[in-house]
């Protein structure tokens, strides 16, 4: 599936997700609570006192109106722009400590667009955004052939900012699946543990 194809099935989805959210709001909040709280307990192994905790802050959130939360510039731009639908619903049903277990990694994962067009004003061969972009067979390609006679080298000054994007998209997908997995393998062995005794 191609970059713009993946784009496309992204807005579709989070099209989607937004008509959800709305018919989500009206749900008994209450009770939302309380199922993320049940998941809480059955995902981690935190402590009585900290889900209190974070039960006060999901109540504080849904206490705060929801056009508040939506028209937030900050918020919106971090959510739309930089991770996929997929990954935003995701997200959205994960507990507030393994939401900001993944912000922290996703900050360090990420890539910027400043870094890479540092890298990129480099002359071929020895530019280096492909690399730093993770994109390990296409930096050798490319220093093969010095940068495509310069003109592969060229026509990268217009796409560094979408090849970050997809860069950042794939490391919120790959971070988020190696979250999920942690968090199933810990719930299988705390389910072996207790069968055991």
Known sequence: MSDNQEEILDKIRERVLERERELRLKEDKEATIQATLQAL????????????????????????????????????????????????????????????????????????????????LIPPPFSCHYLYSRNLIKQILFTITCGGLYLWWFVDFFRVPQIVKVENRNSARKILRRMLRHSLNRKKKRSRHQMHR
């Not at 981690?44 to 705060?64: F, G, K, L, Q, S």
């Not at 056009?67 to 510039?73: A, C, F, L, R």
């Open 41 to 120: 307990e059955e995902i981690t192994e935190v402590p009585r006192e900290e889900m209190e905790r974070i039960a006060d802050e999901i109540r504080t959130a849904h206490e705060t109106p929801a056009d508040t939360v939506s028209n937030d510039p900050e918020l919106f731009d971090e959510q739309s722009d930089l991770l996929p639908a997929t990954v935003r619903e995701a997200l959205s049903k994960l507990p507030v400590v393994l939401k900001d277990e993944f912000w922290e990694e996703y900050q360090i994962q990420s890539r910027s667009i400043a870094v890479s067009y540092l890298l990129w």
